[in-house]
């Protein structure tokens, strides 16, 4: 249907060759009037079909035309009809209608500018249903379960935390109760987790219960296991929840022993009839045979207006229409390498979609299986700061659930974001069949993947919508902005264009990483990418997302020349951010290590890169500190040198008021901080948190250059792979084959677990651990790296051969000493002579061969494999 518009001119523009005369309304000029048009103002319309009327003042015959085919022109004795095609796109468009005098040189311009289509917005809501009240059992103040129904995602119910707070657990769990009218129908329900950067409270094991009207009790639904993240949880009914008078969530466990709720969406859906005009409820193909006149006959303008261009061929399904794989969710991984916290791509649908600030876009889904959960995820990589010193913007996350059918995504933030649809499993992504979805209209930035040309690819970064781009190579996704991969990404030669080669640099960079972790080795690669990211707010960091770099820093890791060949620094970094992710806190991440232990990843790539040993003179001083302080003890003997760490758990001994053994060793000898020479006392000599994280790597990279090249190759790969199943029922398979090693049960109890504490009480009655009370699991292991450390040195050692002991102890890692160690939060190190001294023997009576002084001395100043520079396909 088209529509008429008429256009009643209260002001206008004239265009006269000499002078200009009063302006008014009217069709003809006085007698000897100079030649003029008279046209109306620049006019803006929405994105509807209409027929414009404009009444045109002129004294000289004229034309009028368009420059653009959307909008035609017709001309009538007093004006101009201008007709408009609906524009069907998601950007705004203009037409220039030029009325030209065909006797001079007199001509006038009519700019019109058509908004961008918002058909989607005339798509049928969800209605929501409204609670009455809501209730909690309990709450934190300022954090009330009134925040689960004020339409404000940024706004949470959170139980109670810090001193008097609220340990969800199974007998205590946290109760949210919702009451209703009782006159109303429930579809589903959409949990929203919190949606900042934190998940303290996001639901895991969750029972929900009903009571219907004229029910004196509640009834449970369903009990759900739910993976404790930020991504929506919808609840859908098969058979519609009516006349509903409460419904109450019991949660009995979430994230951090907590529980949270942003907002609780209870709704009826709302049917679209489906379009018997389309191959499939996809709606991204035509039937044979359909008419324009039946295409009339649809009433929702978005469907209406898609099957046109689809009739037209002028609609392109590209990046629009694509299926989507299950993943293994970045939390499956997380645990499965017993590295808590850390996780891989969060955003692993990548889908080429830009988002318009403040737009509604449809998306068609089909293919969810019943019972999983999939969820739309908007991220603007980019919000409207600047700054790098953790002073600038960073990427902002609006969540939304899908359903199979049509979803509407009104999506609010202020900067446009990238489209990522998240469809993950928990280790059995393979039983779940691809879903498809159709991003109706929506605007194509597109995303760079190897089977692209480097050409196409340069063509998308030059024309992209967003300021950012994904770009998605075989084992890594990362986000960078699209001027910096347009102008930076150079291949190795310096010049010509590299995207192909760029993502398989990253790809190699971390599968070395996975191959010295034994990833490989021990089958337990995933089928997820990991992830980098440029940023607005500091140099180089490991982010909520993965790998961050500040977008001033794309010069140098988007160019494959200098990665490869000029700056050992920023595969260095790439990889220690990296190593964040792969981090098993607390087994090979205790007290000291957390800027540590990941660059074991670091070094091994470096090397793999082919730069020389010599990494800014790095690897040289290590063996010069090796010779002069840890063989020959020149560091401190002849200088008076305090021990921040000692000395701060001296100031805080209060915080081991739960063993009074530990406290009283912690102040008598925490009250003389200062470090002794080796030689005098090693029990007191520098500890190797003493050390700054370079030469604390030291003992660790000569250890595996040592025996990796000495008939242990898999050294690394076989100790990280028996760290990572120490907590396992029988422990590690790797080392030994006997069971439960006594150290491995300590470590688990240290790590909080009751059960492997008991266990060790029961095998170990003698133990001084036992006797003397020294674990406390629901302390947790920041009140004592000890365990953690005698757990990797007895690992190391079994799989050597060798009691290395001796070696561990000449680098520091036994002192017997109390410290409080500043390492992103403050964690505890208390090793005292009886730990010691129960350790060692139960060392030595493993029968390993020794290690003697030159061994330690070999071991030390081993100088590790060169490596020839890699060539990178492009």
């Known amino acids: 249907m088209k529509n008429i518009r008429k256009i009643m001119l209260t002001g206008f523009a004239a265009l006269s060759l000499l002078a200009a005369i009063p302006s008014v309304a009217q069709s003809t000029l006085p007698t000897g009037a100079l030649p003029m048009i008279v046209t109306p103002h620049n006019q803006t319309l929405n994105y509807k079909e209409r027929t414009l009327c404009f009444d045109i003042t002129a004294n000289v015959d004229y034309t009028a035309t368009s420059d653009a085919a959307w909008a035609t022109v017709t001309k009538s004795q007093n004006g101009i009809y201008v007709h408009v095609d609906q524009n069907y796109y998601g950007e705004s468009r203009t037409a220039n209608i030029t009325f030209k005098s065909a006797t001079t040189d007199l001509s006038q311009v009519l700019k019109l500018t058509q908004q961008a289509d918002a058909s989607a917005n005339e798509l049928p809501q969800d209605p929501v249903i409204r609670p009455t009240n809501v209730t909690a059992n309990n709450s934190m103040s300022g954090h009330s379960a009134n925040l689960t129904l004020d339409k404000d995602y940024a706004s949470i119910w959170h139980t109670a935390w810090g001193a008097g707070g609220f340990n969800v657990t199974e007998s205590n769990p946290a109760v949210l109760t919702y009451s209703f009218s009782g006159n109303n129908q ?59 008078v409460q419904i109450q969530f019991r949660v009995l466990s979430g994230a951090g022993d907590f529980a949270s709720c942003a907002e609780m969406e209870f709704r009826q859906r709302t049917s679209m009839s489906a379009f018997d005009i389309f191959t499939d409820d996809l709606y991204a193909s035509l039937k044979p045979g359909v008419t324009e006149a039946q295409i009339d006959t649809i009433s929702v303008p978005l469907i209406r207006a898609l099957a046109h261009q689809l009739y037209n061929g002028t609609y392109s399904t590209k990046y629009r229409v694509a299926e989507y794989p299950c993943y293994n969710s970045p939390r499956y991984y997380s645990k499965l390498w017993n590295a808590p916290g850390k996780y891989y791509d969060q955003l692993s649908g990548v889908t080429g979609i830009n988002i318009p600030s403040g737009s509604t876009t449809a998306v068609v889904v089909r293919g969810i299986p019943s019972g999983m959960n999939v969820t739309l995820k908007v991220v603007a990589w980019y919000e409207g700061k600047d700054g790098g010193n953790f002073d ?3 990427p902002i996350t609006s969540t939304f659930a899908l359903n199979n059918g049509i979803n509407v995504i009104n999506y609010t933030f202020g900067y446009d974001g990238l489209a990522y649809i998240c469809y993950t499993a928990e280790g059995n992504s393979s039983d779940y069949a691809p879903i498809k979805a159709h991003f109706i209209n929506g605007q194509v930035n597109g995303y760079l993947s190897p089977e692209k040309t480097n050409e196409e690819m340069h063509a998308l970064t030059g024309n992209a919508k967003n300021i950012c781009m994904d770009v998605v190579g075989k084992h890594v996704h990362s986000v960078w902005t699209s001027k910096g991969l347009h102008n930076y990404c150079k291949s190795t030669d310096g010049t010509s264009i590299g995207y192909r080669q760029y993502m398989n640099v990253l790809d190699t960079l971390i599968t070395w990483e996975q191959r010295l972790l034994g990833f490989e080795k021990y089958n337990s690669l995933p089928n997820l990418r990991t992830m980098a990211y440029s940023n607005y707010t500091y140099y180089m960091f490991q982010g909520g997302f993965g790998v ?30 990296w190593g964040h992710q792969h981090q098993m806190l607390p087994y090979f991440n205790w007290a000291g290590m957390s800027e540590v232990s990941n660059n074991m990843n670091s070094y091994y790539n470096v090397m793999h890169m ?81 050390l700054g994280v370079n030469h604390a790597l030291a003992p660790l990279v000569d250890l595996y250059n040592y ?25 590690s398979k790797i080392e030994k084959q006997n069971g439960l090693d ?100 139960d060392m030595d009576a493993l029968g390993l061969q020794e290690c003697n002084a030159e061994m330690i001395r070999t071991i030390s100043t081993y100088r590790g494999k060169r490596f020839a520079r890699p060539t990178f396909p492009n």
């Open 392 to 394: 600038g913007g960073n």
């Open 610 to 690: 082919g730069y020389p040993y010599d990494r800014e003179g790095q690897f040289r001083n290590w063996i010069n500190f090796a010779n002069n302080v840890v063989l020959n003890d020149n560091a401190y003997a002849s200088e008076r040198k305090v021990s921040e760490h000692r000395r701060q758990a001296f100031l805080h001994q209060d915080e081991v008021n739960w063993n009074a053994e530990l406290q009283d060793f912690t102040r008598t000898t925490g009250a003389d901080s200062v470090i002794t020479a080796c030689s005098v006392d090693a029990t007191r000599g520098w500890a190797l948190q003493d």
């Open 186 to 244: 429930i579809d589903y329900i959409n949990y929203v987790p919190r949606q900042d950067s934190q998940t303290n409270g996001s639901f895991e094991k969750v029972q929900v219960l009903i009571r219907l009207q004229g029910e004196s009790a509640f009834t449970l639904y369903k009990t759900f296991n739910w993976s404790g993240d930020n991504s929506v949880k919808q609840i859908s009914f098969e058979t519609p929840l009516k006349n509903v």
């Open 548 to 577: 961050s770099f500040h977008h001033t820093q794309e010069r140098r890791v988007l160019n494959c020349r200098t990665l490869v060949y000029n700056d050992e620094d920023a595969i260095w970094g790439l990889s220690h951010e």
């Open 742 to 841: 006594k150290y491995e049960l300590l470590a688990s109890a240290q790590n909080g677990s009751n059960v492997k504490w008991n266990a060790y009480k029961t095998a170990y009655p003698t133990s001084v651990w036992t006797t003397h009370n020294f674990v406390v699991p629901s302390r947790g292991w920041y009140s004592n790296s000890v365990p953690f450390i005698f757990n990797y040195i007895r690992k190391v050692s079994r799989l050597t051969g060798y009691n290395l002991t001796p070696f561990f102890e000449k680098w520091g890692f036994l002192r017997q000493v109390s410290m409080r160690v500043g390492d992103y939060g403050d964690k505890w190190y208390i090793l005292i002579p009886s730990m010691y001294d129960e350790f060692v023997q």
């Open 707 to 731: 025996f990796s090249e000495n008939g242990f190759p898999d050294i690394a790969p076989d100790w990280y792979e028996s760290l990572r199943q120490s907590d396992n029922a029988e422990g």
